[in-house]
């Protein structure tokens, strides 16, 4: 049974989707005495770790990828660091369900750059999806909701830096063994963070130091799981289930922020949720059409 569940890819994106939500609800219960620059570093430490254990384990060389594809691993990394940038502060300074919704506006984002840069080809039903995903986002994003406009500006960067990210994974995924790019982009955002920390560093109560390790080792999760799902299974039939952050960040917000979800959160919601089911399964009869016409 448990066999079974490492090499379900659906198994590997759930468990992704709520690490990831574990994840944020540790960064806003920090305190204001830990910066942003210190959660983040955490992260990259144990995910470092993490993937450096798996590349030793499993003789992978060399350890940060062939040289031809770095300057793409290192386009990756910095786009990845101002993605976690904005996203930690977003959800330090707003509504963990607003947060999530708005970000959902990435996959948007990622067409246009997949599109414009590595010339892939997207059909007229997707794109009326995913712009039916980004006015779904805009209504959560409204300024007069429960979050002010600064976490909803810094939700929508992060969604285009996320675009621009997953276009580089993307186009790294069958040249760069998964796991050396997780590890280049951990020890570039270590030496990113590393200035900020130094400057600003200080004792810290045992709580705070736990709720790091907590961010650093959900965190790092996320990463593993979503790699892992991705490997597991077409993105077509994984990608659905990383709308479930949409009411994991609800739930968790709501029962241990107090954070009530307004209207606009929940109509907004609803819509990306709708317009991703939708995408998915036409995603779905497309691949198997694929599959049959090649047989």
């Given amino acids: 049974m448990i066999r079974k569940l490492l090499r379900s890819g659906v198994f590997w994106m759930i468990l992704s989707v709520v690490s990831g939500s574990v994840a944020q609800l540790f960064i806003k219960l920090s305190g204001p005495e830990v910066s942003t620059f210190l959660q983040i570093f955490f992260r990259f430490l144990i995910g470092g770790a993490v993937a450096l254990f798996i590349l030793l384990r499993q003789g992978v060389r060399p350890l940060l990828g062939e040289k031809p594809y770095r300057k793409y691993l290192m386009g990756r990394s910095v786009t990845g660091f101002l993605s976690l940038i904005t996203y930690y502060l ?10 999530t919704i708005v970000n959902r506006a990435g996959p948007f984002f990622t067409s246009v750059f997949a599109v414009v840069f590595l010339k892939e080809k997207t059909k007229l039903p997707q794109w009326i999806a995913l712009v039916i995903v980004f006015i779904g986002a805009l209504i959560a994003a409204n300024p007069t909701f429960s979050s002010d406009a600064l976490p909803m500006l810094l939700a929508f960067l992060c969604a285009i830096f996320n675009g621009a990210t997953y276009t580089l994974l993307a186009f790294c995924k069958d040249k760069v063994h998964s796991m050396s790019t997780m590890l280049y982009f951990s020890i570039v955002g270590c030496a990113m963070c590393l200035p900020f920390v130094l400057a600003d560093l200080k004792p810290l109560p045992l709580r705070e130091i736990l709720i790091l390790l907590a961010i650093g080792a959900a965190g790092s999760l996320t990463t593993v799981g979503v790699t892992m799902a991705f490997r597991l299974a077409p993105a077509s039939e994984v990608s659905i289930y990383e709308q479930l952050s949409i009411v994991t960040s609800l739930v968790f917000g709501w029962i241990f922020l107090n954070q009530v979800p307004g209207v606009n959160t929940l109509v907004g919601g609803a819509i990306v949720i709708t317009a991703s089911v939708l995408i998915y399964f036409y995603n779905r009869r497309r691949h198997r059409a694929e599959l049959t016409g090649n047989s």
């Fill in 90 to 99: 977003a959800t330090r300074l707003g509504s963990m369900a607003d947060v």
